[in-house]
């Protein structure tokens, strides 16, 4: 079929837009976080779950959870987990993954072929694609990105700071405190389900000054009315110290933000409670690099000795691993500079005196 159009008559060509009209998704994270928020969002226009549950096709069970945890934690919290990828059997070893990354550390500027010839050296066999998959998936893949990172490190162990390292993210992110006390950070830490004793879990206050930790063992969920009375005990054993507690750093985690409860307790003791961002541990670094230990140090090894039936029992084990901690265990990190905890609140404490 053949159009005829009029003598002189001017056609106006057809111009594609060089843009689409609304923004793409580019990961499937964003995805699924804006499913998350339409379905919200279609269920309060029209008023009707039921209709936005079966528009999206999803269950009333799964939508009631997306909205509890959006009025909980705000929008941000529906972004899906990251979820930690798995070991393969004929994955690099760990250790020699280490090693790797304190090799590139100091020596930067050399090329996966000189970085397998070192580890050789040290007797680990290991051929320069895998060192190359190795620093990609660290981030390190570059040469200015092991520069930058190289700098990073020296600008947090002498303060020199360069150009390079201004261009490197930061490792993690740890609040300071000036003087015993000025912040604590609580966390919860699940231990087990312990066979003859139930779910058992860890309540942690450590000191951001000092590092200096205080743990209550609790039977089952922690509650607002537990972690109250967790907070009443660190009140109490500082003010023991000669110290005030001025201020707590918290997570988002029902026992702290789930409702009024705690914050009016901590307003009522005249305390400030510091909240992190959602899904940000890195911000809680201090207590979880704790809570880690511990579980390295005390609960694994507590658990291939003995054999536990009661709450006071794990109670007694903490407390007696956390006297070794305070005292004798030697914390190498760039801010304890290998001192204990015990060390650090006597020199706060001779400060105080001066």
Not at 67 to 74: D, K, P, Q, S
Not at 275 to 284: E, G
């Amino acid at each position: 079929m053949q159009i005829h159009l009029p003598v002189g008559a001017v056609v106006d060509p057809v111009v594609l837009p060089s843009e689409p009209e609304e923004p793409t998704t580019g990961t499937p994270a964003e995805i699924i976080y804006q499913r998350r928020v339409r379905v919200l969002d279609h269920a309060r226009r029209t008023g009707n779950v039921a209709e936005a549950c079966r528009v999206f096709g999803i269950s009333r069970k799964t939508f009631y959870e997306w909205r509890n945890v959006a009025e909980l934690y705000g929008l941000d919290a529906l972004w899906p987990k990251d979820r930690r990828r798995p070991q393969q059997p004929n994955e690099t070893p760990t250790w020699i993954v280490v090693e790797l990354l304190g090799i590139a550390a100091v020596e930067p500027t050399i090329g996966c072929r000189q970085y397998a010839d070192r580890l050789a050296e040290r007797g680990y066999r290991i051929g320069k694609t895998a060192v190359q998959e190795i620093l990609v998936d660290h981030g390190l893949g570059r040469r200015h990105q092991r520069v930058a990172r190289a700098a990073a490190i020296t600008a947090a162990t002498t303060g020199l700071l360069t150009e390079a390292a201004a261009e490197d993210e930061p490792f993690g992110f740890c609040h300071y405190s000036p003087d015993p006390g000025g912040l604590v950070a609580l966390d919860s830490f699940y231990i087990g389900n312990l066979k003859g004793v139930g779910k058992v879990y860890q309540l942690t206050a450590v000191d951001t000054a000092t590092r200096w930790a205080m743990v209550l063992i609790v039977l089952g969920t922690p509650t607002t009315t537990t972690t109250i009375r967790f907070l009443d005990q660190v009140i109490r054993r500082w003010r023991r110290h000669g110290h005030t507690v001025r201020a707590v750093l918290t997570d988002n985690g029902p026992e702290y933000a789930g409702g009024r409860a705690f914050r009016d307790a901590v307003l009522a003791k005249g305390l400030v409670q510091v909240r992190i961002p959602p899904r940000s541990p890195n911000h809680n670094a201090v207590c979880e690099r704790f809570q880690g230990t511990a579980l390295q140090e005390c609960w694994r090894p507590a658990f291939h000795r003995r054999r536990f039936t009661s709450v006071r029992q794990l109670q007694a084990e903490i407390d007696a691993w956390l006297i070794r901690y305070h005292h004798r265990r030697r914390n190498h990190s760039d801010y304890m500079r290998g001192r204990t905890p015990a060390q650090m609140l006597s020199i706060h404490r001779d400060r105080k005196a001066a």
